[in-house]
């Protein structure tokens, strides 16, 4: 008996990966070249699988701040927020979330998965209830078992589900918390929020909602789905990240409750850890600016998502949501979407690719994600690569039902 | 609807035809991931199946303790005692 024995299983899987090209969870970028470009293997290649919504990882003015903080501040604090980690240039971010989100008070982690680890495990215990979306992702299911709470799914984007299972607990006198995302980072589906909220209301019920990929990307002002649903008053709590929109590494968690600062000394995820870098804080003070200040990016991003959303769809794919900058084409199976996954990279084209079971729906996707940084050009030779590359797969499934 | 062992089994087992397509025979011994071939996701959505048709909530952590039908039945019956 070896400790790796619980992993057979996906060895086999990831064997049969191999055998059909190179390893899409295994890819390095030899180079990165911008936001939207990266040489690998050698080979040039148009990113369409990152989360670098507003395309600011190479931003100058970002870039320049970055690299004062570190010449000011050095390059790490070496100490937790609740020892010497603390500047004053996180408390300087923390209130910048804040004010930008309207919310009394932000707490910064070091990485968005610790940040939903931090709040989630902070707010809810063993004596706690949690109810959460199906969908979630990794970082809020472990968050949610790190807090010992009793968990338990609705179906994804059912407020109907939600409100069925609460009446049920109706007589239960635990605390509540409901979880749900903004934006599903594999389909690019949204959240009914405005409907999660009536059921809320009708119960009592407190909601968090993790805007990690809506942030900078949804609403008037980019603060997310809950701005855009003009539903921020009935979001208790706020996680995002800094690793999307923001470019850089971290994440954060923000309400209005005078008691949300008592995580600072109850929340082990924020406790014990090094504090965030002082390039990590000062980038994240940078591009919340941009946000701020230049919502032109956030325009320019959804007409690139527009327009590949038309290009594909036009081409015959089928997408799995509506048009957003997260676009996830549907295969029809295992093979098909490893196939298109190996022809579109050879071709220079770079997607993510999500087989079940990490998929939410058990379906085959290659995910695509736009960048307000990508060109109306990059645009037009992703769809064409995709064409040759559906052009490619055609071949080859007549040419195997040939031999057969 | 009073729910006796034997119903609950019954119900359980019409629950678990979807995810049955060869068409095994279903015992309390079956186990769900290893004879039906269930992954993550299948096993999601027959919880929530499961949950619907009972009315019940079946927490997460009770979940890595199901393996066989038997498991499942008892999980249900434990829910149904509590409402």
């Not at chain 1, 670098?52 to 010449?71: K, M, P, Q, W």
């Not at chain 1, 809950?226 to 996680?239: K, T």
């Not at chain 2, 927490?59 to 039908?69: A, E, G, K, M, Q």
Request: some cysteine; glycine content about 8%; hydrophobic content about 40%.
């Amino acid at each position: 008996m070896s400790l790796f024995d619980k992993y057979d299983q996906v060895n086999a899987r990831h064997d049969r990966l191999l055998a059909a090209g190179r390893d899409p969870f295994n890819i390095c970028m030899d180079r990165i070249v911008s936001a939207t470009e990266a040489v690998i293997d050698g080979r040039d290649v148009i990113l369409v699988g990152t989360n670098n919504y507003l395309g600011l990882t190479f931003d100058s003015d970002c870039i320049e701040a970055t690299v004062e903080a570190i010449r000011r501040e050095g390059t790490g604090t070496t100490g937790s927020r609740i020892a010497n980690g603390t500047y004053s240039s996180h408390r300087a971010l923390e209130q910048d979330i804040a004010s930008f989100l309207g919310r009394r008070s932000a707490m910064v982690f070091p990485t968005g998965y610790q940040a939903n680890l931090g709040v989630i495990a902070g707010l809810a215990g063993p004596k706690d209830i949690i109810l959460l979306d199906s969908d979630s992702h990794a970082s809020i299911y472990d968050g949610c078992r790190l807090s010992g709470a009793t968990l338990i799914r609705f179906r994804h984007n059912a407020p109907a589900d939600l409100d069925k299972r609460l009446e049920r607990l109706k007589d239960d006198t635990s605390s509540k918390l409901i979880i749900v995302e903004g934006i599903y980072s594999i389909l690019g589906d949204q959240a009914p929020l405005d409907e999660f909220v009536d059921v809320k209301r009708r119960h009592g019920v407190e909601l968090l909602v993790d805007e990690a990929h809506s942030l900078g990307v949804f609403g008037d002002k980019g603060r997310g789905i809950a701005e855009a649903y003009e539903v921020e008053d009935d979001v208790d709590y706020v996680v995002g990240t800094f690793s999307k929109s923001l470019g850089a590494v971290g994440g954060f968690g923000a309400s209005n409750n005078p008691e949300f600062d008592q995580l600072r000394f109850t929340s082990r995820p924020y406790m014990f850890t090094a504090s965030s870098s002082p390039a990590s804080i000062a980038t994240a003070m940078a591009t919340l600016k941009k946000i701020e200040t230049q919502p032109g990016l956030r325009k320019q991003l959804w007409a690139n998502a527009e327009a590949l959303y038309k290009g594909l769809s036009d081409l015959g794919f089928t997408i799995c949501s509506a048009a957003s900058p997260i676009i996830a084409v549907r295969l029809p199976d295992e093979e098909s979407a490893v196939f298109m996954w190996n022809a579109l990279f050879n071709a220079g084209v770079y997607v993510n690719l999500a087989l079940p079971p990490g998929t939410p729906d058990g379906s085959c996707l290659l995910r695509c994600s736009l960048s307000a940084a990508h060109t109306p050009a990059q645009v037009q030779r992703v769809c064409a690569v995709f064409e040759e590359a559906h052009r490619a797969l055609k071949d080859w499934r007549d040419a195997q039902s040939a031999a057969e | 609807m009073q729910w006796t062992a034997d119903k609950v089994q019954e119900e359980v087992i019409k629950l678990l035809q979807p995810f049955n397509p060869k068409g095994i025979e279903i015992t309390p011994e079956t186990d769900l991931s290893a004879d039906l071939f269930m992954d993550s996701v299948a096993a999601m959505n027959l919880v929530m199946e499961v949950e619907d048709r009972f009315e019940i909530d079946i927490p997460i952590s009770l979940l890595p303790d199901v393996n066989t039908l038997q498991d499942l039945i008892d999980v249900v019956l434990a829910q149904l005692s509590k409402g």
